[in-house]
């Protein structure tokens, strides 16, 4: 089945440092991939998705690349803040039918100042 | 508009119960999805649901799972005789049917607790 696989944390950085996550996945299909945030104590949001290889998702000074060579959708920032700490969740889902999310096991990121 | 709004937020229960948990979602949206995030685990799809079809049940992880989604908004998962392996967050999420998205929105979650 479907599956995605993330860098395992916690990950621990200064502010202004750059970021990566990284994500890869293994599909049978043309998956759209995503990234999502929970922030202490919310729920789930979407922080930013790509549908198609090469896509490049962005948001809130997040990047990610679509890339279908290395089945990879790694998770970038090039100057972290304090309140991008979080737990970061990597997911792919079918195109069509149910679309349900499978996700990667998390990332925990604490930003220190 | 509001989002996608769950109901009790914490719900403490003793082994052996049987709970229901509520899903609100997005007016207009047409497809609804349960998901669990427990620490053992992770992520994971439990049942989706779009309009009048057939649930997908695929993911409920035993017969003590159920959900229902009346008058195509409002769902309840139930979860009968409840297990300490029960213990989760169970997060419900929704999804318009618009050919221009395929994101899904989530609630805040149900905290499960089985003593």
């Known amino acids: 089945g479907d599956s995605v696989t993330q860098m395992e944390g916690p990950v621990t950085l200064s502010e202004e440092a750059f970021l990566t996550i990284n994500c890869t996945y293994t599909?049978?299909?043309?998956?759209?991939l995503f990234w999502y945030v929970q922030y202490p104590g919310e729920g789930l949001q979407l922080l930013l998705k790509?549908?198609?290889?090469?896509d490049k998702g962005s948001n809130k000074g997040f990047e990610a690349t679509y890339r279908k060579e290395t089945t990879s959708f790694h998770l970038e920032k090039g100057s972290v803040q304090v309140s991008d700490s979080a737990v970061y969740f990597c997911?792919?889902?079918?195109?069509?039918?149910?679309?349900?999310?499978?996700f990667g096991q998390g990332t925990r990121l604490t930003i220190n100042p | 508009g509001a989002g996608v709004s769950q109901s009790p937020s914490n719900k403490v229960t003793e082994k052996g119960k049987d709970v229901e948990l509520r899903c609100d979602p997005i007016?207009?949206?047409?497809?609804l999805y349960w998901y669990r995030q427990s620490l053992g685990q992770g992520l994971e799809f439990l049942i989706y649901?779009?309009?009048?079809?057939?649930?997908?049940k695929s993911g409920l992880p035993s017969d003590r799972f159920s959900a229902e989604r009346t008058g195509g908004s409002v769902s309840t998962l139930t979860i009968q005789r409840t297990q300490q392996e029960d213990s989760a967050v169970y997060l419900c999420?929704?999804?318009?049917?618009?050919?221009?998205?395929?994101?899904?929105?989530f609630g805040p979650g149900t905290r499960l607790t089985v003593l």
């Open positions: 997911a792919l889902s079918d195109q069509q039918g149910a679309q349900k999310l499978v």
């Open positions: 790509a549908t198609k290889a090469d």
């Open positions: 649901f779009q309009g009048n079809s057939a649930p997908d």
């Open positions: 007016s207009g949206h047409t497809a």
């Open positions: 599909a049978t299909g043309y998956p759209s």
């Open positions: 999420a929704s999804r318009s049917r618009a050919l221009s998205t395929d994101t899904q929105y």
